[in-house]
Antibody, heavy 122, light 113 residues
Framework: QVQLVESGGGVVQPGRSLRLSCEASGFTFSTSVLHWVRQAPGKGPEWVAIISHDATKTTYADSVKGRFTISRDNSKNMLYLQMYSLRADDTAVYFC???????????????WGQGALVTVSS | DIVMTQSPGSLSVSLGERATINCKSSQSVLYTSNNKNYLAWYQQKPGQPPKLLIYWASTRESGVPDRFSGSGSGTDFTLTISSLQAEDVAVYYCQQYYGPPPYTFGQGTKLEI
């Protein structure tokens, strides 16, 4: 069965960096478009970033552009989110999510991980 | 960015009754070249990730009970639960995926019994 398992969350001071990982299993990782979606406490989800199946194309939300980097390693079935210059408003549960569609993707999400909590606080 | 506005913010429905949740987009999410509405619905229970219920505005995801249905086109959409069950208590979100990014969600509707 499809599984997505995030790791790497924690408490970090403002301005510091953190890297999230997402280990995937149960599907053909190398043909899947993947996303990071976050959800601040008590709020709705917010799309963060998308990466193409072959990692040649990435796009970011304006709120994280220039600070976050999405990447993947198809040989390890791993998705990553490198976060720099973290701010208090980056505090959220971060989910990795699989795009329902292969190829160029559709940008809605049929499988989600359980999430990794990132708390940015001094 | 396309803004998604859901109503009501919370809803209390009796078991076995119909629940209706509305979602309005700030611009049309209907792609006229393929006549598809780029609109999805999710259900989220406490401590869990969102679960995909409906996509293309009215296509039910595999395994989702047929009491869940989606309708609407352009800018106005509805999620209907025809006969509320106890396990349907959750927060429901709509999401537009009409490109380009960002792909935006509504603020959520909390459904209670």
């Amino acid at each position: 069965q499809v599984q997505l398992v995030e790791s790497g969350g924690g408490v970090v001071q403002p301005g510091r960096s953190l890297r999230l990982s997402c280990e995937a299993s149960g599907f053909t990782f190398s043909t899947s478009v993947l996303h990071w979606v976050r959800q601040a406490p008590g709020k709705g989800p917010e799309w963060v970033a998308i990466i193409s199946h072959d990692a040649t194309k990435t796009t970011y939300a304006d709120s994280v552009k220039g600070r976050f980097t999405i990447s993947r390693d198809n040989s390890k079935n791993m998705l990553y989110l490198q976060m720099y210059s973290l701010r208090a408003d980056d505090t959220a549960v971060y989910f990795c999510a699989r795009d329902k569609c292969t190829g160029a993707g559709c940008s809605f999400f049929d499988y989600w991980g359980q999430g990794a909590l990132v708390t940015v606080s001094s | 960015d396309i803004v998604m506005t859901q109503s009501p913010g919370s809803l209390s429905v009796s078991l076995g009754e119909r629940a209706t949740i509305n979602c309005k987009s700030s611009q049309s999410v209907l792609y006229t070249s393929n006549n598809k509405n780029y609109l999805a619905w999710y259900q989220q229970k406490p401590g869990q990730p969102p679960k995909l219920l409906i996509y293309w505005a009215s296509t039910r995801e595999s395994g989702v009970p047929d009491r869940f249905s989606g309708s609407g086109s352009g800018t106005d959409f509805t999620l209907t639960i025809s006969s509320l069950q106890a396990e349907d208590v959750a927060v429901y979100y709509c999401q537009q995926y009409y490109g380009p990014p960002p792909y935006t969600f509504g603020q959520g509707t909390k459904l209670e019994i």
